[in-house]
């Protein structure tokens, strides 16, 4: 049997008048979808330091706490079909994120040079997210986004 490639991926939620979600898209590459932050961990990598690193090296965005773990995924690769475990997180960005911005990819890893278009989309979400990466949404506590909850 396959080990599963074990991954995270990042549902980086801003509060401003109504939760949004970061999201992005591949600068000419319209196949890829629209896509949260996500990748592999690396050997001795905790998963909390791979989530943030991998909202860092696709989205540029350094001020993107961890929340909580959701969820732990295990569904095959669309493409591949080779085995996959996710763990999907909750993470803030400031509400002060800037509203859109465009990030290329540096580093070694096989993302790098890429283009990526990244933005702020409101909740719930108009349309589904490529492999059905929204999936997990619902299991951000609501209770989070009140006023109370707010904090930098």
Avoid at 20 to 25: G, H, K, M, S
Avoid at 50 to 78: D, F, I, Q
Wanted: contains cysteine.
């Amino acid at each position: 049997m396959t080990r599963p490639r074990i991954r995270v991926a990042a549902y980086v939620i801003r509060l401003r008048a109504a939760p949004e979600l970061l999201v992005f898209d591949h600068v000419g590459m319209p196949q890829a979808g629209t896509q949260v932050p996500a990748g592999g961990v690396r050997p001795g990598e905790e998963p909390e330091q791979a989530v943030l690193r991998e909202v860092l090296e696709e989205t540029g965005l350094r001020t993107a706490s961890v929340v909580e773990p959701l969820v732990v995924e295990n569904k095959p690769h669309p493409d591949t079909h080779q085995p996959r475990r996710t763990t999907y997180f909750h993470l803030r960005a400031p509400a002060s994120t800037a509203d859109t911005w465009a990030h290329t990819v540096g580093g070694a890893g096989e993302d790098t040079g890429l283009t990526f278009a990244c933005r702020f989309l409101p909740l719930p979400l108009e349309r589904p997210l490529t492999d059905d990466q929204d999936a997990w949404l619902g299991r951000i506590d609501p209770r989070w986004a009140t006023t109370s909850a707010r904090r930098p």
